[in-house]
């Protein structure tokens, strides 16, 4: 229904939108390292559309597609952190990374899957822009459905306008849902940079 919306260029749902967190984390190790301890990652589930939409650079390999359906081997994107983390000096492309499911039903660790990386993007701000970027793989929705899910849309016109639009299409799908909090991506960006702002506030304070 919003991809549809005149002015919507792309449109995704992801379990969570770019700069306040990746949403989840996961222990992740390769398959053909198993004896190597697990560490920590990002691991965001999103519909096709969403690398288009946040203008993500496909580096190797592929973006999710239609085709990685709940029947399909499983499936993962990862950004180029992962590969310096997890596959440093090589092709990290038809390699396997051990991650947990996200449980459909609600936010917890489901079974250990083994992944297989169909693709590299570069990386996003997942935890705000003054971080460094962190490691992160991305599943398709259709093979790891979950709850919780932020809307991205990427459009021409005024933004007001077509938040509007795309509340509309979100009603004629189910007119009881709501979109929490809609902004814009210099809004998100506006707060995440508020903090920063504040303790040079202080800062400055302290030493005047």
């Known amino acids: 229904e919003v991809r549809v919306v005149p002015g919507v260029r792309e449109a995704a749902v992801a379990s969570a939108i770019p700069l306040p967190g990746w949403g989840n984390g996961m222990p992740t190790r390769m398959a053909d390292k198993p004896n190597e301890p697990a560490t920590g990652s990002g691991f965001k589930i999103v519909t096709p559309g969403y690398f288009e939409a946040l203008r993500l650079r496909l580096v190797a390999g592929r973006n999710l597609n239609e085709q990685d359906t709940s029947g399909s081997p499983p499936v993962i994107v990862v ?3 992962f590969v310096r983390q997890y596959s440093p000096n090589e092709s990290a492309i038809g390699k396997r990374a051990l991650i947990n499911k996200i449980v459909p039903s609600r936010l917890g660790r489901g079974p250990v899957t083994a992944w297989e990386i169909v693709g590299v993007v570069a990386d996003e701000k997942g935890s705000g822009l003054e971080r460094a970027s962190d490691a992160g793989a991305y599943a398709s929705f259709a093979q790891n459905p979950t709850v919780g899910l932020g809307l991205v849309v990427k459009g ?14 979100v009603w004629n799908v189910n007119k ?12 998100l960006k506006a707060e995440s940079m508020a903090s920063r702002k504040l303790t040079s506030s202080l800062l400055g304070g302290f030493a005047f």
């Open 176 to 187: 009881h849902l709501v979109l929490d909090n809609p902004q814009t991506a210099e809004q």
């Open 156 to 169: 021409a016109g005024k933004s007001r306008a077509l938040i509007k639009s795309v509340q509309r299409a």
């Open 79 to 81: 950004n180029e952190s």
